[in-house]
């Protein structure tokens, strides 16, 4: 089948490399030529562990261009996997979608079926299939198909190719046939993903729930937790009492600094202010993303607690990245925590181990006149020397690793902040240590 994926980011990039990988004709469109020109190198602009092996290992099955009018005309299937961006109002932004769906109808000759995997407010799917329509020649028919997409950045091959299911929206029994043939090799042997069959909305709707749902989850472990810490039990051993409860599950009740990255936080506010304009508010999720902002600060706040005043203090900061095994930064706790501690006068030594430069691009768009009292570093030792205290922002292997020893050898006081409950207490005995719930 011949497959445009439209949005080369984090989605489109990898859904487009998994689709040829099980036999598809693929072409990746994005407006911005030099991610294209690394494309065809066999470079990828992101930073997603497996990805550029298997990109080698598809090369004779996928193409990159700009030329977005050749590539949606000579389209069985165009996937459109762009951001939804949250607006200030915090619903979420069409603008890219749109202007994606603008270029398909000037281009479209044939019928087609345009896959919306970027994730969309409820009736989203329903709108643009009456745009589109009404766009190209009368003698065209675009049919509109919701797919949403579930994988983790860091995880995301094998959350694409072993995906914990495939949701296909659609009433048209026609999308529906070509949407399983498009996914048929994932329903088989190795793969066995379970496909499920809904109407549009309700696939739109899956998205927004099981994200929301999840940071949910996030939010009550970080609550929990807060209150275990101050009545003395561990939320360690509380996280894993509660997951071995199969109606539990054991996943994302690993208390820490809140959630971040490129869904949770936007899809929780999204989901918030559609239900709100609906005059049915979501509680719950108002509650989770009060929760969240909160949380964020809770090593900020018992620093200054601890300190008094961060004029002059040098504080190193441990990960920038939303999470590990990811270069994104997008929502990531240790932004307004950077942000926090220059404005309260501290000097700031930041480590990530590929962080660094996405970082710099976002403290730029910052107006900020003390960003001199920042500086990057690309070792730990380096990072940590003569500090007065360390913020832990990341779980990176390499910080989880650390020796702790060195907190006493290099630091000035060996004063440590986890936010990822990265270490053993009995390991941190001899150095002051405030981790999350415990
Ligand atoms: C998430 C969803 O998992 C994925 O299905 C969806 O398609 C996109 O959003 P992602 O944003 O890549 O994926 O990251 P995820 O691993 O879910 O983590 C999100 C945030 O939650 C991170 O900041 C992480 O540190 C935090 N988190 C996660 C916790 O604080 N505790 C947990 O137990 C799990």
Same mark, same amino acid.
């Given at each position: 089948m011949r497959v445009t994926v439209s949005g080369i980011g984090y989605v489109g990039l990898v859904t487009g490399v998994a689709l040829s990988y099980i036999g598809h004709t693929v072409t990746c469109v994005d407006i911005n030529e030099e991610k294209i020109n690394m494309l065809k190198n066999g470079i990828s602009p992101i930073y997603e562990p497996g990805l550029e092996e298997l990109m080698s290992k598809v090369r004779n099955k996928i193409n990159f261009t700009t030329d977005y009018k050749s590539a949606y005309s000579t389209s069985d299937v165009i996937i459109i996997g762009v951001g939804t961006p949250e607006r200030e109002d915090g619903s979420a932004n069409l603008d890219y979608v749109n202007s994606v769906c603008e270029q398909i109808a000037e281009s479209l000759r044939k019928n087609c079926i345009v896959v919306l995997k970027s994730t969309v407010p409820i009736g989203t799917n329903d709108e643009i299939e009456r745009k589109l329509n009404n766009e190209v020649k009368t003698s065209i028919k675009v049919y509109v198909v919701s797919n949403p997409e579930f994988l983790s950045q860091g995880t995301a091959i094998h959350d694409t190719l072993f995906a914990s299911r495939i949701i296909v929206g659609t009433d048209d029994k026609y999308a529906a046939s070509v949407m399983h043939k498009l996914y048929e090799p994932l329903t088989k042997?190795?793969? &066995?993903v379970p496909y499920l069959l809904t109407s549009r909305k309700s696939a739109e709707m899956i998205k927004y729930a099981s994200n929301d749902f999840l940071a949910l989850k996030i939010s009550y472990i970080n609550e929990i937790a807060n209150l275990c810490k101050s009545l003395g039990a561990n939320i360690e051993e509380v996280s894993k009492g509660m997951g071995l409860d199969s109606r539990i599950g &054991?996943?994302?009740?690993k208390a820490g600094i809140g959630y971040g990255g490129s869904c949770f936080p936007k899809d929780t506010k999204a989901l918030h202010w559609l239900s709100t304009i609906n005059r049915i508010e979501l509680k719950t999720i108002k509650a989770c993303i009060e929760v969240n902002e909160t949380q964020k600060l809770i090593l900020f706040n018992q620093l200054k607690k601890d300190l008094v005043d961060l004029h002059g203090k040098t504080i190193a900061v441990l990960g920038l990245t939303f999470k590990p095994n990811t270069d994104d930064l997008r929502d990531a706790p240790s932004i307004i925590n950077i942000v926090n501690l220059l404005n309260s006068g501290a000097n700031v030594k930041a480590y990530d181990p590929v962080g660094i430069n996405n970082f710099k691009k976002i403290i730029k768009k910052i107006d900020m006149n003390n960003c001199y009292n920042l500086e990057f570093y690309e070792s730990i030792d380096d990072a940590i020397k003569d500090t007065d205290a360390v913020m832990i922002m990341t779980e990176w292997p390499n910080i989880v690793n650390y020796d702790v020893a060195k907190y006493k050898k290099l630091m000035k006081v060996p004063r440590v902040y986890d936010g990822r409950n990265c270490y053993k207490l009995e390991s941190m005995k001899d150095i002051i240590y405030f981790s999350i719930g415990r």
């Open positions: 042997e190795p793969y &066995n &054991n996943s994302f009740l």
